[in-house]
């Protein structure tokens, strides 16, 4: 069935060759051209297209590489001043070079499904078929599906207890892109407890306790080192200018559609009071520009205070600073410690999410596929799965906005919602005497409770609002941007809803319960990491 699904979802994959492509499409055919054209000291400066080159030298390694086949499709394509070519066959070209990375994705979901007994098929299921993979990369268009393969590779190697080959693997990650500092905090404290603080055992006494071993730090250091000498090397005399180039922090504190996180809501309670008080006889200051004009530029509040990136750098670092220190005394128990970190990344990304600097919509990946592995591990984490992954897949709906994609989107995510709904419960399902069952309730979804269904079936009420009702009523040019600003809104909610109880959860989660995790699913694992 492995062969079936993936050919089935690749099959999907070139049926959308032919779809709308946003401005990241010319994004990467330029960075192919200036890879291709100019020599590496030149590669960071080039400022040719608007669109330069802003991601680490592992992936611009990987468009010099590409432009050589590219050349092959047109090489017209490859030409520095053809801003905006997207010939039949550059189009081919970009999206099967997507579909073609894509195996490093399968394969890397194959091997994390591996580490599991109860559920297995179900959790590639959900990784290959993940609807905001084929939205972003497929439709939209990036090379997210291959990243996050490596991201999947490291996480199993964690796992397995192959801490050195894990380490390896983030660290050509974040040579790839840079967006998976995210989460770094989690693998530098969990690869430290578990793997520089080696467990010996007084025969005497029979009391466990915890040596440095120097020798493991030094093997992660050369590791990470290596990779970074490697990355970096070459444009050793040019750091400053890629840093200034991988970090640009006048973007603005919000990308031009606001990602749904915490400063979407801030910003939306910054709109209303800056409406609500001169009502109120409260003078306000008038601003000629406006945070929801669609542009990607730095604004200031008008009645909140004015945030600057490190008051974001500031309140991410304070709400990771407990899910880590939990993590460093789960780190002793071996029998939770591979699934307590999986589940910290999970926290870590969406604390980043929350309260980072023009944090991207795109980025809730980064904890809907975590996640999806997670799902079957424990009832809370596939129950905060089946309340996030609605929420976290809506919320990308924007990215496609013409409305002949609708159907295409509401499609992927109805089937991918009702594969999770229909199959996460039972892995759950605790037998009963009864002959009849428990009514769960006319409007109750599987797993959640009637507050968070009512909030998911919201999701139609919104769509329908957005695509039809906004339009009928004549908004759509007086208030080009509520239908954005409401989708932020309301999926912010949800998603600050999900990190508050995952938070909880994960600080509170109690180990003695570590052998009722549902399934058993890594049981053998945690014997080979003893």
Not at 279 to 301: C, N, W, Y
Not at 370 to 386: E, K, Q
Not at 416 to 445: D, M, T
Request: glycine share 4%.
């Amino acid at each position: 069935m492995i062969f079936q699904i993936v050919l089935i979802v690749s099959t999907i994959k070139c049926l959308f060759i032919p779809l709308y492509h946003s401005t990241d499409f010319e994004v990467h055919r330029n960075w192919l051209a200036i890879t291709h054209n100019l020599s590496i000291n030149e590669w960071y400066y080039d400022a040719t297209s608007e669109w330069t080159l802003d991601y680490p030298p592992f992936f611009a390694w990987l468009e010099y590489s590409l432009s050589f086949v590219a050349k092959l499709f047109d090489p017209r394509m490859l030409q520095l001043d053809n801003l905006n070519y997207a010939s039949d066959m550059t189009v081919i070209f970009q999206r099967l070079s997507v579909i073609v990375l894509d195996l490093v994705y399968i394969a890397s979901a194959k091997s994390c499904a591996n580490l599991i007994s109860d559920g297995k098929l179900l959790v590639f299921i959900l990784l290959v078929s993940n609807p905001g993979l084929l939205m972003v990369d497929h439709i939209h268009f990036q090379y997210n599906g291959f990243l996050y393969g490596f991201l999947l590779y490291s996480m199993s190697n964690m796992i397995r207890g192959n801490y050195v080959c894990a380490a390896l693997w983030f660290a050509v990650l974040l040579n790839l892109k840079h967006i998976y500092l995210y989460v770094a905090p989690v693998y530098v404290v969990h690869l430290l407890r578990a793997y520089c603080f080696t467990i010996s055992t007084n025969d005497g006494v029979h009391t466990p306790w915890y040596s440095f071993s120097f020798m493991n730090l030094l093997k992660l250091a050369i590791t990470v080192t290596t990779v970074f000498a490697l990355s970096f090397g070459p444009f050793l005399n040019h750091i400053p200018q890629i840093i200034s180039r991988l970090f640009p922090f006048k973007r603005g504190l919000c990308h031009a559609y606001w990602a749904p996180n915490f400063w979407a809501l801030y910003n939306f309670s910054d709109k209303v009071l800056q409406h609500a008080l001169p009502r109120a006889g409260i003078d306000v200051p008038k601003v000629e520009v406006s945070m929801t004009g669609g542009l990607v530029q730095e604004f200031d509040h008008v009645v909140l205070a004015s945030i600057k990136p490190i008051h974001t750098m500031a309140l991410t670092a304070i709400f990771m600073i407990p899910a880590l220190v939990k993590l460093w005394h789960l780190g002793a128990d071996r029998k939770y410690r591979t699934v307590s970190f999986v589940r910290c990344l999970v926290l870590c990304a969406t604390t980043s999410f929350m309260f980072s600097w023009h944090v991207h919509e795109k980025a809730i990946l980064l904890i809907l596929i975590p996640l999806s592995f997670l799902s079957v591990l424990g009832d809370v984490d596939g129950r905060l799965f089946l309340l996030l992954s609605p929420i976290g897949h809506y919320s990308l709906f924007p990215l496609l906005y013409p409305k002949s994609l609708l159907s295409i989107k509401i499609f992927m995510l109805l089937s991918h919602s009702a594969i999770a709904f229909g199959n996460i419960p039972r892995l759950y399902e605790q037998p009963v005497k009864p002959k009849k069952k428990p009514r769960r309730g006319f409007l109750r979804l599987p797993m959640l409770g009637l507050l968070e269904s009512l909030y998911v079936y919201g999701l139609i009420l919104l769509c329908v609002y957005e695509n039809f009702i906004h339009t009928i009523w004549g908004l759509d040019k007086t208030l080009p941007f509520l239908p954005l600003m409401m989708t932020s809104v309301y999926c912010a909610l949800g998603v600050a809803y999900f990190w508050v109880s995952y938070y909880y959860y994960f600080l509170y989660f109690n180990v003695s319960r570590v052998p009722m995790l549902g399934t058993g699913n890594l049981t053998q694992y945690a014997k080979k990491v003893n």
